[in-house]
């Protein structure tokens, strides 16, 4: 098994979940009503749980404590997409991004669970069952909003128009996609994308909305090498605060 | 010397930190009990959801009960070995959530779909005349309804794949 291949998918499937688990948290206490409150709290636990799992992996591969790696690494040493970085704005492009990443990470964690890395394949068999509800979540959300008012519907539209092409980002190749595939271990970001576009499709038209123009598209690459929005950094150090002052605390 | 089956025997008492009325047993997140030899007992876990924050604390109660009974060498291990779903409930576990007012999960053919999830059966007038208002709830693991019948909302305890 090529295990660099395989800590390089871990980390960045890991980093996703924490991030956007840590955007969705933010939610906690603003959500515009109780159960959109509670949803975005449950999702961001979830998530959390699930990067906590992964790194638990990445840990027996001879990776850090799960602590540590969460919450001592610079941005620059992070693997997410850009897309889950960006700031959670009004409700319109969080709930539009909870739709278009969640869509893709259920259908990654579905591929995973046939890998032949075993130790992925059974966290994935569990965590894909979990993320069947934020994908109704946000399918309900994506549905109603592009068919509710005037404003609601231009609103998703814009949403839609301004997370494309960060979205694209999220199937960014990486350097070892060949030896993924060949060893059976996953099926690839490009094969991904393919299954998250047929998915994605029917609700956004359900919705009443538009994808962008193919001509438009551009995905904005780089997070998964360490390239990030300033925004990253700010919230690494936010999110690591109190784990920082004294990384030997028990808790 | 135990035998496995006392151990399990011996688990059952062990319930829930949420749900008082429900055994870890019954609820079928203890996939193996293994007897070592005297006085050595290992035990594996499966969490329901993968984030759920009561885990470690599930782990030393079952640690606890089985200091309790004199087993001296104790190993819990909580892993995705068997993943855990919501089909793995006992019949038993399903009356004690019931009797906690808490809706139980339907039996899934290893597919959740929107259907599975509206219309669960009110836990207080067995009605089938109610709505998910949200999949998520105050714990992970449940989801929040309404019964047009008896007007009353409750949880369903989530079915998971």
Not at chain 1, 5 to 16: N, R, S
Not at chain 1, 179 to 193: C, M, R, T, V
Not at chain 2, 20 to 47: A, H
Request: glycine share 6%.
């Amino acid at each position: 098994m090529n295990v660099t291949a395989i800590k390089d998918l871990l980390y960045k499937m890991a980093d996703d979940l924490l991030i956007i688990g840590h955007r969705n948290s933010e939610w906690t206490g603003l959500g515009p009503i109780l159960e959109e409150d509670i949803a975005f709290s449950s999702m961001a636990q979830d998530k959390i749980g699930q990067a906590g799992a992964l790194f638990e992996i990445l840990h027996e591969l001879g990776e850090g404590e799960p602590d540590t790696v969460a919450f001592m690494r610079d941005a620059n040493k992070m693997h997410c997409s850009q897309f889950v970085e960006l700031p959670n704005g009004e409700y319109d492009f969080s709930i539009m991004r909870h739709f278009l990443f969640d869509h893709a990470d259920q259908l990654r964690f579905e591929m995973l669970a046939n890998s032949s890395f075993e130790p992925l394949a059974q966290v994935a068999k569990k965590i894909k069952g979990e993320l069947k509800y934020h994908v109704f979540h946000a399918n309900t959300w994506v549905v109603k909003l592009g068919n509710g008012s005037e404003e609601s519907k231009a609103r998703m539209q814009t949403a839609l128009n301004e997370s494309w092409n960060y979205a694209l980002g999220m199937f960014e190749a990486g350097d070892f996609e060949k030896e993924l595939q060949s060893e059976n271990i996953f099926k690839g970001e490009e094969a991904l994308k393919t299954r998250w576009m047929a998915n994605i499709t029917p609700f956004i038209e359900k919705a009443n909305l538009k994808i962008p123009d193919q001509s438009t598209w551009e995905p904005i690459l780089g997070g998964r090498k360490g390239y990030h929005t300033d925004y990253l950094q700010k919230l690494v150090e936010e999110m690591g605060e109190v784990f920082r002052l004294d990384p030997t605390a028990q808790w | 010397m135990f035998t496995e089956k006392e151990i399990w025997t011996a688990l059952e008492v062990v319930k829930d930190p949420e749900i008082p009325t429900l055994s870890m047993v019954d609820m079928g997140i203890i996939t193996k009990v293994e007897v070592r030899g005297e006085s050595n007992v290992y035990v594996e876990m499966t969490p329901t959801f993968t984030g759920c924050p009561a885990l470690k604390m599930m782990e030393n109660m079952v640690a606890e009960r089985l200091k309790e009974i004199g087993i001296e060498t104790i190993e819990v291990k909580t892993t995705f070995d068997t993943p855990w779903n919501s089909n793995k409930l006992t019949e038993r576990g399903l009356l004690c959530l019931k009797k906690h007012g808490l809706a139980p999960p339907p039996k899934h053919e290893g597919e959740i779909t929107m259907e599975l999830l509206e219309h669960c059966i009110c836990p207080h007038c067995g009605s089938i005349n109610t709505e998910m208002k949200t999949p998520f709830g105050p714990t992970l693991c449940r989801s929040m309804h309404y019964c047009h019948d008896c007007l009353q909302a409750f949880e369903q305890f989530k079915p998971v794949v």
